[in-house]
């Protein structure tokens, strides 16, 4: 019996190490790199020729730190602005900060950390982009997640329906990131007034409902006080005062004293 144990616990010990290994050679399984993701990505290969142009390969091969890539299709890529590919085309600087643009270096932000909240992290060029989980769609700036979490050793790439313009190099992408995030606050605002408006609601109901159900006061407490002591003193009979009947005997009946007072007055 004891061998039949020890038999059961050893094979379990050895499915649990096979468990072990296929997920550690799943994790090796990832490319090295998010560099390696774009490369091998066909829909991301003129992002790849961004990259390649602005000489940023090695911020993409890094591994001193983890890499979030956000990077536009290839219809994304094509959407960028006449104006704006004029610039980067010009000025190998400006390109770099284009590219860099759709990254988060320092992080591997997956959607499950996206999904539910908005956030404004900094990009690899250090200006701001907004990312917003809270709907059925994950946005990225005006973008929406197509593909997301293409992991790797060093990073996650998630690719993009639309570019992100760096504020640097577009006003009018600017004033449209600024518009959407005015109305994603006067959303934020509209939600909060209407929370408080049912809270305020609610406290009323109960406020009515806690009036309803008061107790009336006892009559005792609402009869009219007794008089006081000198009051009562003042209102009760004393014996001083004659009842009616002692008054008429009085008047009826003289006196022994006054009888003979008359007598003697008229000679009796």
Sequence with gaps: MRKIKAFAILTFMVIGLCGLTQAARAADDRPDNVWTVIKNTKELSKFADLVSSAGAESEFKTTEMPVTVFAPS???VDAI?????KKVKADKAKLKSLVMHHTILGSAVFTDSIRGRAASPSSGNGEMIGFDGRGKELKVGLATILTPDLGAKNGVVHVLSAPLIPFSLDEKAAEK??????????KMEEEMKEREAKMDAER????????????MAPLDDQAIPAPSPEAAKVAAPTDSVPSAAESSSVLATPKKDEKS????LLGF
Excluded: H
């Design 177 to 186: 990131i600024k518009e959407a995030q005015d109305a994603s606050m006067k």
């Design 204 to 215: 009323k109901k109960m406020e009515k409902a806690a009036e309803r159900d008061l107790p």
């Design 81 to 85: 602005p006449s104006d704006v590919m």
């Design 261 to 264: 007072g008359w007598k003697k």
């Design 74 to 76: 290839n219809s994304a």
